[in-house]
């Protein structure tokens, strides 16, 4: 499966942005889908991810009750829509799929990735 990344962009403190991942093939409802982000010097560390069928998610705490990961198979397409973003939480998204039915929160199980997108969030 291929990815494409798109919804980053500049945000004030406490603003909101919705970030897309598009997939192309047939099987993406067969993938549990993550979205993982990098900052600079920092290691690619997960944010959220979701099962194939939908009904499992994960979120890291730094954005529990603030960042919702969702999907719709019908589109080929995952989101996140991030709502209070700090400063902090600048840095390049990824999405991500694995065919591995196992390890939803395991970046080392995601092998299909997306080219990123980058997100700013200063005032």
């Known amino acids: 499966v291929q990815l494409q990344a798109s919804g980053g962009g500049l945000v004030q403190p406490g603003g909101s942005l919705k970030l897309s991942c598009a997939a192309s093939?047939?099987?993406?409802?067969?993938?549990?889908m993550g979205w993982f982000r990098q900052a600079p010097g920092k290691e690619r560390a997960i944010v959220a991810a979701?099962?194939?069928?939908?009904?499992?998610?994960y979120y890291v705490d730094s954005v529990k009750g603030r960042f919702t990961i969702s999907r719709d198979n019908t589109k080929n397409t995952v989101y996140l829509q991030m709502n209070s973003l700090k400063t902090e939480e600048t840095a390049v998204y990824y999405c991500?799929?694995?065919?591995?039915?196992?390890?939803?929160?395991?970046?080392?199980?995601?092998?299909?990735w997306g080219q990123g997108t980058l997100v700013t969030v200063s005032s």
């Open positions: 991500a799929a694995t065919a591995r039915g196992a390890g939803l929160s395991d970046i080392r199980v995601y092998d299909n």
């Open positions: 093939g047939r099987t993406f409802s067969s993938y549990n």
């Open positions: 979701i099962s194939w069928n939908g009904f499992s998610r």
